[in-house]
């Protein structure tokens, strides 16, 4: 109820008449106390704080970059689209009247149905982040060549490949989450193959001309849509050995000419920065600005950084971190 009043602005008695109601049986009365005392009073401050853990890492590894983090936590993020065919981008931004940040990007302010959103039903386009569509921009086009897109569902970054012109493999462990992709492949109208199989025992029968691996994280890049995840409790050093462990399996996927691209929704160094800095087999494969969105650029080591802070000007990004090699 106070995030609808006070982030959302929706009017007081709008909060009312759709909160109270999800109370039945339970505290009402005291949630509409707390709520009208909270509406009395100075509301939240103007700019949110992190939980003292996630301040701290952040401080030590984000000096000059934590109050701008904690900043990007102050409102909700805008939508943004990938858009099926990039070629139409100019035009699909001026129909749904957005801005476009990038080649195959619209951005458009909240509020309203996304299913009634004009493309939808024609799969013109998917709901995707800006920060998360750099991994698989980074692959450019694909020209018929075979991509693998490891921990692929729900398969935004599988539907930006294919329509990329790659011929897509997309491997998840979780059925329930592939059964997501399947939905949102078809609605676009795009071709993959889809391989339900636990990424650290499968094993490819020829290799790929690259490698995707969207891997498995503490999803901290994600707090300004999802603020919940600064407040759980993360096993860093399990999640750090999966990613190795996928990074590994991955160098042995690709073709002598391949790439292989990691990626992971988290701001968290040990899970981004780390990780890149570990890859030894592969040599590396600088990303430059040209392949990044208006307004980043790539980090001194040729590295994607991205956190809540940046691009605040046109309403934010998630936080991310991807790095390329080559063989």
Not at 75 to 84: M, Y
Not at 147 to 176: E, F, H, I, N, Y
Not at 220 to 236: A, E, F, K, S, Y
Not at 281 to 293: K, M, N, Y
């Amino acid at each position: 109820m106070l995030a609808q009043a006070l982030r959302l602005g929706l009017p007081p008695h709008a909060v009312i008449a759709t909160g109270l109601p999800l109370l039945v049986g339970g505290p009402r009365r005291l949630a509409h106390g707390v709520f009208s005392a909270v509406l009395r009073g100075d509301g939240l401050p103007a700019s949110p704080t992190l939980p003292a853990a996630a301040q701290e890492r952040w401080s030590t590894a984000w000096p000059s970059r934590v109050e701008a983090i904690a900043a990007g936590l102050a409102v909700p993020p805008p939508l943004d689209l990938a858009l099926r065919d990039a070629a139409r981008t100019a035009e699909w931004a001026e129909r749904l009247g957005g801005i476009s940040l990038a080649p195959g990007h619209v951005r458009l302010a909240r509020g309203g149905a996304i299913e009634s959103l004009e493309g939808f039903a024609e799969g013109a386009w998917w709901v995707q982040d800006l920060a998360a569509s750099v991994p698989a921009r980074l692959l450019g086009p694909g020209e018929g060549r075979r991509v693998l897109d490891l921990c692929a569902a729900p398969g935004g970054k599988t539907m930006q490949l294919a329509a990329a012109g790659w011929q897509v493999t997309a491997l998840d462990k979780s059925a329930r989450r592939l059964e997501r992709l399947h939905e949102n492949v078809a609605r676009v109208g795009l071709s993959v193959d889809i391989v339900t199989a636990d990424a650290m025992q499968w094993r490819p029968s020829e290799l790929f001309d690259a490698v995707l691996i969207d891997a498995p994280c503490s999803a901290t890049g994600t707090c300004r849509r999802h603020p919940d995840v600064l407040h759980r409790l993360i096993d860093q050093s399990s999640l750090e050995d999966l990613q190795r462990g996928l990074l590994e399996r991955a160098s042995g996927a690709i073709r002598a000419d391949g790439r292989l691209v990691y990626a992971v929704c988290s701001l968290e160094p040990g899970e981004g920065e780390a990780q890149a800095a570990w890859v030894k087999a592969l040599g590396p494969v600088p990303i430059t600005a040209d392949q990044l969105p208006a307004g980043l650029a790539p980090t001194p080591e040729g590295w994607f950084r991205s956190d809540p802070g940046m691009l605040a000007e046109h309403g934010g990004i998630d936080g991310f971190f991807a790095a390329m090699w080559g063989k």
